[in-house]
């Protein structure tokens, strides 16, 4: 676990003007009944040693899970969206960090469908959700709409919005991001590409960090890419991920092989420095997908 350090400010920073906003296109935010309202988290005021005004403690238990939704082969449960929807719901409702089983009051989900979104909306009342479809994402099965990613919090989720992020022409990654008011939090989540290549995921690591700004964050998603990748610069500069050991570069594998063997990490939670952290990944086999949740208690 790591130990806690100042906290610093929250503001929502523009993104650079390489980042386009997008405007929402299928099944997108606006598309989802019971979203969040268009006010954001209101910004602190620091002090010049660097602590925030007005943000209290809260402790905050997130995961990020690809939990590939695609009907496509090679995905466990990309046919069966019921089944894979009844999975993910268990993993928010009982996932293991440090040793603990707890509920998540945070997810961010990659490779999920629109109608997975529009179901946790039901049976999960208090949540608030967020969706946005992959630009050149594919239908998932049995009419469940669009191939996306998704920010749930048990919190109000205020201004989410979807970006693209630079990349070469013909392609559109997103980042999804939102402000939890009650958290003082901006929350953010992306799914990247490993066929874009380093110079472009760089570009889009720095994007990220514009769109997540300096205070108080929970940044995350499928990364495609190895801690030790200098494309991942500039998340590892301005923020620590949950699965680091100090300075260094670390963390548990994310991504299974056919055999369900954990091969590499792709997955990653970004957090403010000032948090103190405890992060876990399953070490067995998860067979609703081809990634393994990464769930952290996050204590800001």
């Not at 296109?25 to 925030?52: C, F, K, L, M, Q």
């Not at 050149?136 to 919190?155: H, S, Y």
């Not at 495609?224 to 570069?249: F, H, I, K, N």
């Amino acid at each position: 676990m790591r130990s806690p350090r100042a906290l610093i400010p929250l503001f929502s920073v523009c993104a650079a003007a390489a980042v386009v906003t997008a405007a929402a296109t299928g099944a997108g935010i606006g598309d989802i009944p019971g979203g969040g309202d268009s006010a954001r988290a209101d910004g602190t005021v620091a002090h010049a040693d660097g602590a925030a005004v007005g943000a209290h403690p809260v402790t905050i238990n997130a995961m990020t899970w690809n939990v590939c939704g695609d009907a496509e082969p090679g995905c466990p449960l990309g046919t069966d969206p019921a089944g894979l929807g009844k999975k993910i719901v268990q993993r928010m409702k009982a996932t293991e960090v440090g040793g603990r089983t707890v509920s998540t009051n945070a997810v961010l989900l990659q490779e999920v469908c629109e109608g997975h979104v529009r179901g946790f909306k039901k049976t999960l009342g208090k949540w608030s959700w967020a969706f946005a479809p992959l630009p050149k994402g594919p239908d998932c099965a049995r009419g469940q709409g669009r191939l996306g990613v998704a920010i749930g919090t048990d919190a109000p989720l205020t201004h989410a919005e979807e970006t693209e992020l630079p990349a070469p022409a013909g392609r559109a990654p997103l980042a999804l991001c939102g402000d939890v008011p009650s958290w003082t939090t901006r929350v953010c989540v992306t799914q990247l590409d490993p066929a874009e290549g380093d110079d472009w995921r760089h570009k889009q690591a720095n994007a990220l960090v514009d769109l997540a700004g300096p205070g108080r964050v929970l940044v995350g998603g499928d990364l495609a890419d190895v801690p030790d990748s200098p494309s991942l610069d500039p998340l590892y500069e301005a923020y620590a991920e949950c699965d680091q050991t100090g300075s260094s570069r670390t963390g548990a594998n994310t991504r299974q092989n056919w055999q369900g063997t954990a091969v590499d990490k792709t997955d990653y939670l970004f957090t403010t420095r000032s948090a103190a952290v405890s992060c876990s990944v399953p070490n067995t086999r998860t067979a609703a997908s081809d990634h393994r949740p990464l769930s952290a208690a996050v204590r800001y």
